[in-house]
C-alpha cells in the first residue's frame, strides 16, 4: 500500500495504490488518516482509482475512517473506484455510507459546493 498525499482548496487528497487488506496495509491507511483529522483535516477525499482488492479488514478501516471523520466534524468522500471496488461496496451496501464520486475532481467539486 502506498499513499500519496497533497492539499487542493484546503481538502486532503489520499491517493491509495495497492491493496486495502487486514494486517499492515489497513493500518498504514488508518494511521496516515487518523493523524490528519487529528491535525485538523476536516475535508478529505480518498481516491481510490489505483486499489485493485480489498478484504473485509479493509472495508472495516474504512469505515472506522468515515465515523472518525463524522465524529470530528469531518467528512470523507471516495472518487475514482475500480468497478471491482464499487462492485464491491455495492454488494456490501456501504455505497449507502459512502459519498462516492466518479472522479477526484467531482469529489473535490462537492467539499467546494457545500462549503
Known amino acids: 500500500m502506498k499513499l500519496t498525499k497533497r492539499t487542493v482548496d484546503r481538502i486532503l487528497v489520499i491517493v491509495c495504490n495497492g491493496r486495502i487488506v487486514f494486517g499492515d496495509e489497513s493500518s498504514f491507511l488508518r494511521d496516515e488518516v487518523k493523524k490528519a483529522i487529528a491535525d485538523g483535516a ?3 477525499v480518498l481516491n481510490l482509482g489505483e486499489v485493485n482488492y480489498i478484504d473485509s479488514g479493509g472495508l472495516g478501516t474504512l469505515v472506522a ?3 472518525t471523520a ?3 466534524g469531518g467528512a470523507i468522500k471516495l472518487a475514482n473506484l475500480t468497478t471491482r471496488v464499487g462492485d464491491l461496496l455495492q454488494v456490501t451496501k456501504l455505497l449507502t455510507v459512502f459519498e462516492v464520486y466518479d472522479s477526484e475532481y467531482a469529489a473535490l467539486e ?3 459546493q457545500a462549503a
Open 65 to 67: 475512517l468515515h465515523t
Open 70 to 72: 463524522h465524529n470530528a
Open 42 to 44: 476536516k475535508r478529505i
Open 110 to 112: 462537492a467539499f467546494r
